[in-house]
């Protein structure tokens, strides 16, 4: 999940754009978000349901120029956002989706991470909420999200963006998920 791209001629409405709510602005990432971005996810309790380990500057401006550039296969898009206080600019986390195209719909899988000094203050929900809305405003008519069985907060977050836990599983991660009911799907199909 990841940088900047298009999906083909048809998915216009998937490509870089600010996101604002109420208390948070996302802005798209930058190899330039790297430096302030290291101390927001510098701690060690946010790779515990997620495994590896805090990345250093370097390394991700190293990750945000390859987001940046957009995924290699032409029929998915990456889509990340630095999630920012509106009233400092502050950066507080990241949001992201991967957007494709699954039959006759758009689909997109989208993650969350809100650095451990901001967790607690509802901004992974708003964020989460603001980028489910925005891909669904846009023709995203499934979105799901992974997450740890385990992961209490991040099940919130994804309950409070609309999403509902399904009996599925991905890499022992239960998929989240929200889908437009199938006569929707069906009706914007065939253009009723």
Known sequence: MKGHASVG??????GEAEIATRRLLLTPLRPE??????GVLADERLHEFI???????????????????????????????TVRLSATGEPVGTVQATVFRRGHHWEA???????????GRGYGSEAAHALVGW????GAAVITAHIHPRHAASARVA???GLSPT????????????ARDENQLRSQHDGR
């Open 9 to 14: 001629s048809s998915s216009g409405a998937f």
């Open 33 to 38: 978000d790297a430096e302030p971005m290291a």
């Open 51 to 81: 495994g590896g380990s805090p990345a250093s500057a370097d390394e991700l401006r190293s990750r945000y120029r390859r987001l940046a550039a957009g995924s290699p296969d032409p029929r998915e898009a990456w889509l990340n956002w």
């Open 109 to 119: 899988v989208v993650a969350w991470v809100i650095g451990t000094s901001w967790q």
């Open 135 to 138: 891909l669904s405003g846009r």
């Open 159 to 161: 309950e409070r963006a």
């Open 167 to 178: 009996a599925a599983e991905v890499d022992g991660e239960r998929v989240w998920r929200l």
